[in-house]
């Protein structure tokens, strides 16, 4: 019984050190290629007017309101 509870703490140990040794920390590095253009300019294409249908406020077709009904100075959708 002692001589398997020694084999096993060996190699609890051996695993142990094993682990510390070939693990690091992760790193981070920036990918190589065109950066991603985060001004107005970009963004415009994909912005639309808050508007309303009925009582829904809608955004790029989109229920945005989460059924609060929507203020009558908010532009209906022709």
């Known amino acids: ?11 609890a140990g051996g695993l142990l050190v094993t ?12 990918e190589a290629g065109n950066p991603v253009r985060t001004d107005r300019a970009a963004m415009k294409p994909f912005t639309c ?12 077709d989109d229920l945005t309101g989460a059924g ?7 532009p209906e959708r022709s």
């Open 49 to 60: 007017e808050l508007q309303r249908v009925g009582t829904q406020l809608v955004r790029c």
């Open 19 to 30: 682990t510390l040794v070939t693990t690091s920390p992760a790193t981070a590095s920036p």
């Open 68 to 74: 609060a009904t929507a203020p009558t100075y908010v």
């Open 1 to 11: 019984m002692y001589r398997n509870q020694i084999r096993s703490a060996v190699l």
